[in-house]
């Protein structure tokens, strides 16, 4: 009885999908999107915003930061600025959130998804205490699968693209789950140079290599490191605008979910 047992009641666990990536890259609009996703393909999803700073969520949120703190009186009370307030209001949150990973477990037999929004400034949540309390009490009860947004358009410079990869690295490096790119705003870019730099070491030095202003040992070193990175990374290509990707999106969280 145990391991049936066991194995029916974690393959109705949700998987949990957090949504991280730099200001502007697309995370609420695509929430947006995965939520309409998930109702119209017949999934049963919960969703939290994390984010309380967002003036307009274009979603229905289940459960929402901006209910318990109000970022602007946490700003006047503790003499912060914007960023500040976020981080402090995070930081409020979090010690409670063993409430809401509470609110999830009740509800989590008749749930597939939990979709997980996260402040607009990227290091509020992957540089903060809050945020790996946040991410571990998911990740001690769920499947949790970390999502990171990509602004595709603004990534095209080879660069550009290997900070940006470098810092999911490192977002794999600290929360140590399964990670995936979702490589946004492709109704702009399409993310194929994207594909074929992950998927071509040469093509991506070339790349890399082709810009003479940085440290050609440097830079060798990084797209020898990246190489590695992008070996175990699952990735997909969205628009949130358009609603391309979605069904691709999914298969990935799942396959991502069976990482876990
Ligand atoms: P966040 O800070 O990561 O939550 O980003 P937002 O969801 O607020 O989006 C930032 C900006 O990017 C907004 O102006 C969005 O309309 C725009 N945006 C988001 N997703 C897409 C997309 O798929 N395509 C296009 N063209 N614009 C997008
Ligand atoms: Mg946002």
Redesign the pocket.
């Known amino acids: 009885q145990g391991k049936a047992a066991e194995a029916s009641s974690s393959s109705k666990k949700p998987i949990i999908i957090i949504v991280i990536?730099?200001?502007?890259?697309?995370?609420?609009?695509?929430m947006h999107r995965l939520v309409a996703h998930v109702q119209e393909s017949g999934k049963r999803g919960y969703v939290l915003n994390l984010d309380p700073a967002v003036t307009n969520l274009p979603y229905g949120a289940n459960i929402d930061i901006r209910d318990t703190v109000k970022y602007k009186n946490v700003m006047k009370e503790y003499g912060l600025g914007p960023n500040g307030g976020i981080l402090t209001s995070l930081n409020l949150f979090a010690t409670k959130f063993d409430e809401v990973v509470g609110l999830v477990e009740k509800r989590a037999p008749e749930l597939d998804y939990v979709l997980v929004d996260t402040p607009?400034q990227i290091e509020i949540f992957t540089w903060s205490a809050s945020g790996a309390i946040i991410t571990e009490a998911f990740a001690s009860t769920f499947p949790t699968v970390v999502t990171y947004?990509v602004d595709t358009p603004r990534s095209t410079s080879p660069v550009t693209f290997m900070s940006n990869m470098l810092y999911a690295c490192g977002i794999l490096y600290k929360t140590r789950l399964p990670l995936m790119l979702a490589f946004?705003?492709?109704?702009?870019t399409q993310h194929q140079f994207a594909v074929e730099w992950m998927e071509d070491f040469e093509k991506f030095q070339d790349a890399v290599e082709s810009d003479k202003s940085y440290n050609a040992n440097l830079s060798r070193s990084l797209c020898l490191v990246l190489d590695e990175f992008y070996q175990n990374l699952r990735k997909v290509g969205?628009?949130?605008?358009?609603g391309a990707g979605m069904k691709e999106f999914f298969e990935t969280v799942d396959a991502c979910g069976q990482d876990y």
Do not use: E, F, P
Not at 21 to 30: D, E, I, N, P, V
Not at 184 to 188: E, M
Not at 238 to 242: F, K, L, R, W
């Open positions: 990536g730099m200001a502007g890259s697309g995370k609420t609009t695509l607009g947004v946004n705003k492709t109704d702009i969205v628009s949130a605008i358009s």
